[in-house]
């Protein structure tokens, strides 16, 4: 099932309402190999397919997905950085709080809620 789910995701001739949706069951999914075949859509032109490998992430607390999602929180898509400000936010460590301090002065009130709230928290 991870490899069908990956190769959805993969298909850039797919739309992007399917590849969003095979992005966030691999995320429900939680195989440790679903996080490698989550990051690269961070990347990609549909800002849809961005949000969703963003937010499903939020299985996986793993130094490199960190690293992704702080380059996330300052993509050009408010929906993206909402998604890598929520899952950020519900990682422990301490580097994802070093990620969330980037978007303090985000220009979405809904990204900067998100994390204030999580920096008030710690």
């Known amino acids: 099932m991870v490899d069908a789910l990956i190769g959805v995701l993969r298909n850039k001739a797919e739309i992007p309402g399917v590849r969003g949706a095979a992005a966030r069951s691999l995320g429900r999914v939680g195989k440790d190999r679903a996080v490698y075949a989550l990051l690269d859509p961070l990347k990609d032109e549909s800002d849809y397919v ?3 490998a ?13 690293d992704a999602l702080g380059v996330a929180i300052q993509d050009t898509s ?33 990204v900067r ?6 920096l008030k928290s710690t």
């Open 54 to 66: 963003a937010n499903a992430l939020s299985a996986f607390g793993k130094p490199e997905v960190i």
């Open 50 to 52: 961005r949000g969703s």
């Open 113 to 118: 809620y998100i994390v204030e709230k999580r």
């Open 78 to 110: 408010e929906m993206v950085r909402l998604y890598a400000a929520e899952t950020l936010s519900t990682f422990k460590d301490l580097r994802a709080l070093d990620q969330l301090k980037k978007a303090q002065n985000d220009s979405s009130d809904k």
